[in-house]
């Protein structure tokens, strides 16, 4: 597998092209990062190279991905929801609470739409949550 442990972002995976791309750079072991204009193609290309990876390896992918850094919890937190400050102020709509969604846009090269499913500050107990 030479594309093992490699991250790999597909625009258009959604299409015949991307789609392709996909499924030979997931046989290869490469980790997949999907995108394209309409999110039904892209979620069934998701979902057929998860099948075809759950077969080869006989187990559920997991699509997680740690970082581990040294500053608290609290801060981390704090700084990944802080999304203009690392992705850019060329942002439109709120970042902020659970049902936010926001626009970005990256000259005509690339355009995301992404929602807030989930924020849970101190639900491990240790960012002054009740646990």
Not at 16 to 23: D, E, F, L
Not at 58 to 82: E, G, L, Y
Request: with cysteine; net charge neutral.
């Amino acid at each position: 597998m030479i594309l093992k442990n490699k991250v790999v972002v597909i625009y258009g995976a959604g299409g015949a092209v991307g789609g392709a791309v996909a499924r030979a750079f997931a046989r290869e072991g490469a980790k997949l990062f999907l995108t394209g204009r309409h999110r039904a193609p892209v979620e069934t290309i998701a979902e057929e190279v998860a099948s075809a990876i759950e077969e080869q390896a006989m187990i559920r992918p997991s699509f997680k991905t740690t970082i581990a850094v040294n500053q608290s919890p609290h801060d981390v937190f704090n700084a990944i929801n802080n999304v203009r400050g690392w992705w850019s102020e060329n942002i439109e709509g709120g970042t902020d609470k659970v049902g936010d969604e926001f626009t970005y846009r990256y000259e005509d090269l690339h355009r995301c739409v992404v929602k807030v499913t989930e924020s849970v500050p101190g639900k491990d107990g240790r960012l002054g949550g009740s646990g």
